[in-house]
């Protein structure tokens, strides 16, 4: 059942997904409409799941499931995996790009993963500046851990 995505609670499961490119209204617009009729009817063995999603920056989409009402099954998260694989095919857009996001000034810019040792030596990167943490799992932790300075995410090696 599709609930607002403000509504879920702060231990609400969540997922990131990031686009390989920013996403206009139109794109926008499109997928929230297919995604709210796959969430509508989102299952866990037959139950209905009380989930919500939303967009951020135009890029990324956060999928949440309200786990105190009832937990997503492996089947259920491979459904939603297959949805995303729907809107590849559909739109054209990749929802599995693992480069990395970080702000510089007010801009979101991003990095392949593979150049973050190479970014840091360039000083593109330093340990003040603001990286998004794609491993967060809650939705207390889109709040409080999604934007990390460099230092306190896996690129803290970098800073010695």
Not at 25 to 45: F, P, R, T, V
Not at 49 to 78: M, R, W
Request: hydrophobic share 40%.
């Amino acid at each position: 059942m599709l609930v607002d995505f403000n509504s879920l609670p702060d231990n609400a499961r969540i997922w990131v997904y990031q686009s390989d490119r920013i996403l206009n209204d139109s794109e926008i617009n499109e997928i929230s409409k297919y995604l709210s009729a796959q969430i509508s009817g989102w299952e866990s063995h037959g139950s209905p799941l009380q989930a919500s999603f939303e967009f951020f920056y135009d890029k990324f989409l956060i999928i949440g499931v309200n786990t105190i009402y009832l937990d997503p099954s492996g089947c259920s998260i491979d459904t939603s995996t297959r949805w995303l694989k729907d809107i590849q095919q559909t739109f054209g857009i990749d929802f599995f790009d693992r480069s990395i996001a970080y702000f510089d000034n007010e801009n979101l810019t991003f990095f392949p993963i593979l150049e973050a040792k190479k970014q840091v030596l360039a000083g593109k990167i330093n340990a003040d500046t603001t990286v998004l943490n794609h491993q967060i799992g809650s939705l207390s932790d889109l709040k409080n851990n999604w934007k990390l300075k460099a230092s306190d995410s896996f690129m803290k090696k970098y800073f010695v």
